[in-house]
């Protein structure tokens, strides 16, 4: 499946290492990782991806592919600045949530409008929202509810 890992642009090194360890995570069980592209959690991500040999997607917001990180396989340059943050939700069959601001926080949003699974791993507390998000603790319990939550929507 693509699971879409959101989380903030500029991050501590702990969030980077949690980051890195969700994409690991993901290309050891074949998933494909959907990104913002750029840096922070999206660089971490794709980087523990790679070090698995995953394959990465990198929704970017600007008009040049190369502006992508260099973990990202496939760029996709949109143009629209912050409204790419719908498209990285759209792209992937489930949502991971890191830690982030009010992008990541649009991102839930969506991933609510678009009625994917959304995991969250030391991100927002939207519990008093109508969003489908169940909170873990590491990020193999990450993926294992992700691939869950997908499991019961076949």
Do not use: W
């Amino acid at each position: 499946m693509r699971v879409s890992v959101i989380g903030g642009g500029a991050i501590t090194d702990e969030q980077a290492a949690r980051a890195e360890a969700v994409g690991r995570e993901l290309a050891a069980r074949d998933h494909t990782v959907v990104c913002g592209g750029r840096g922070g959690t999206m660089e971490a991500v794709c980087r523990g991806a790679k070090t698995e040999g995953g394959t990465t997607i990198g929704i970017l917001p600007g008009e040049r592919p190369e502006a992508a990180n260099d973990y990202v396989d496939h760029p996709v340059a949109t143009g629209i600045g912050h409204a790419r943050n719908a498209l990285v939700p759209l792209n992937g069959d489930a949502v991971v949530a890191l830690a982030g601001g009010v992008g990541t926080l649009s991102e839930i949003g969506f991933a609510g409008i678009y009625d994917r699974p959304v995991v969250g791993l030391e991100t927002h507390d939207v519990s008093t929202l109508d969003i489908d998000l169940e909170t873990v603790e590491t990020p193999a319990e990450a993926v294992n509810a992700v691939e869950r939550a997908l499991e019961h929507r076949s």
